[in-house]
T-cell receptor, first 112, second 116 residues
């Protein structure tokens, strides 16, 4: 059974810092990995999708990497802003099934 | 519509009542998923549909939970005889089926259920 872990569970940084959120998964037979953002009381917004054949994806100030063999992904946020404050969720779609397995999320607060 | 639509956004039920939560996926999306998200945790898988077929219901926590998608579009998640532990946000997601799509899931805003 796929298990996804996110570290740290919570993070508070001053505005302008570059930061890295970590995601690890136990079964490397994945189809893709998706990073989401969730604001309080809201649904999930897809940030980046990395296919199993890819090593990284970039969108604006966000860069996500994937190392299947070690079961790890990182989300890099450059020049953080207060508007980046949210919970960031990593989710893995395994080859064996169709569902996404989520980590517990990292709650990020960027202080002005 | 352009995105996944869920209703109601908020539902308060007395313990023992039945509730029904609706999901309207993105038009043309064959795959539909239901997830349950407890406060402060990541979403947990409940069930998966491909068109009208329920291919995986391994995540449904008890036989009080039932989901359907009779015409392969709108889906309803029904919870019978609600209990306090059912209080959570219920998220619906849809995607294009592989290999036509990328497999990217798009989520709705969720239905927040509070059982008193």
């Amino acid at each position: 059974k796929q298990e996804v872990t996110q570290i740290p569970a919570a993070l508070s940084v001053p505005e302008g810092e570059n930061l890295v959120l970590n995601c690890s998964f136990t079964d490397s037979a994945i189809y893709n990995l998706q990073w989401f953002r969730q604001d309080p009381g809201k649904g999930l917004t897809s940030l980046l999708l990395i296919q199993s054949s890819q090593r990284e994806q970039t969108s604006g100030r966000l860069n996500a990497s994937l190392d299947k063999s070690s079961g790890r992904s990182t989300l890099y946020i450059a020049a953080s802003q207060p508007g980046d404050s949210a919970t960031y969720l990593c989710a893995v779609r395994s080859n064996a099934g169709n569902m996404l397995t989520f980590g517990g999320g990292t709650r990020l607060m960027v202080k002005p | 519509g352009a995105g996944v639509s869920q209703s109601p956004r908020y539902k308060v039920a007395k313990r023992g009542q039945d509730v029904a939560l609706r999901c309207d996926p993105i038009s043309g999306h064959v795959s539909l998923f239901w997830y349950q998200q407890a406060l402060g945790q990541g979403p947990e898988f409940l069930t998966y549909f491909q068109n009208e077929a329920q291919l995986d219901k391994s995540g449904l926590p008890s036989d009080r939970f039932f989901a359907e998608r009779p015409e392969g579009s709108v889906s309803t998640l029904k919870i019978q005889r609600t209990q306090q532990e059912d209080s959570a946000v219920y998220l619906c997601a849809s995607s294009l089926m592989r290999p036509v799509g990328t497999g990217e899931l798009f989520f709705g805003e969720g239905s927040r259920l509070t059982v008193l």
